[in-house]
């Protein structure tokens, strides 16, 4: 078996052992896409249902095993990030689109969300902390600390055009890819959950 054979399998395999999750996307699909009749949004959101699936078999299958830190791989962690990052990434393109537009529901569930994912979007994509414009001065920033728990401080400053950002991430109780993400505009910061965010989009549209 190649490539691309593996590829589809593992998409159809995802999709058969949640049904019912499938399902929920597919009518997403038809209410989001239905504002928009002549794009490809409807599309879109079943494309970002298709890799949601994926995510959650790898998400139950990793939550089924039990392993040491010896055991665990390296690989497949970095790969269930990546296609978190995409799925980050897409869904916020959908949910900005609809804000964008003045056509998404009138609800506060809605505006979390999509906070939410502009926390994360921005530094997975573009490496910076999420409207850093509205700093009023520089953030004292620490690197994660290091194997003799000493933190590398430095500083982040929104006019500085090397300025960079990276989340921690971890992975949550339910195996799913987590970030902890800054809030500007509150001061504060929180871990958000892959998995959660993704419950989060399909209740808004049940």
């Known amino acids: 078996m190649n490539v691309t054979q593996l590829l589809s399998a593992t998409f159809h395999l995802a999709k058969s052992q949640n049904f019912e999750l499938q399902q929920k996307w597919i009518v997403a699909s038809v209410r989001v896409g239905g504002l928009l009749p002549n794009s490809l949004l409807m599309y879109s959101v079943q494309r970002i249902g298709e890799l949601d699936t994926v995510l959650r078999s790898i998400e139950a299958e990793r939550s089924q095993v039990q392993h040491t830190p010896d055991q665990i791989d390296i690989f497949s ?26 056509i998404a529901p009138s609800s506060d569930n809605f505006v979390s969300l999509f906070q939410d994912l502009t926390m994360l979007r921005i530094p997975i994509e ?21 194997a003799n728990n000493e933190r590398d401080s430095y500083i982040y400053d929104k006019g500085d055009t090397q300025r960079a ?42």
Not at 168 to 174: E, L
Not at 182 to 204: F, G, N, P, T
Request: charged fraction near 20%; hydrophobic fraction near 40%; glycine fraction near 6%.
């Open 77 to 102: 962690l970095s790969y269930q990030s990546l296609l978190s990052d995409l799925w980050i990434g897409s869904s916020y393109e959908v949910v900005r689109l609809l804000g964008g537009r003045g």
């Open 126 to 146: 573009k490496h910076e902390i999420a409207q850093d414009q509205k700093l009023a001065l520089p953030l004292e920033m620490a690197h994660s600390a290091s």
């Open 165 to 206: 950002h990276i989340m921690p991430q971890g992975t949550s109780a339910r195996r799913s890819t987590m970030w902890h993400a800054i809030d500007v505009v509150s001061r504060s910061s929180k871990w958000l959950e892959r998995l959660d965010l993704s419950e989060r989009m399909l209740a808004i549209w049940d």
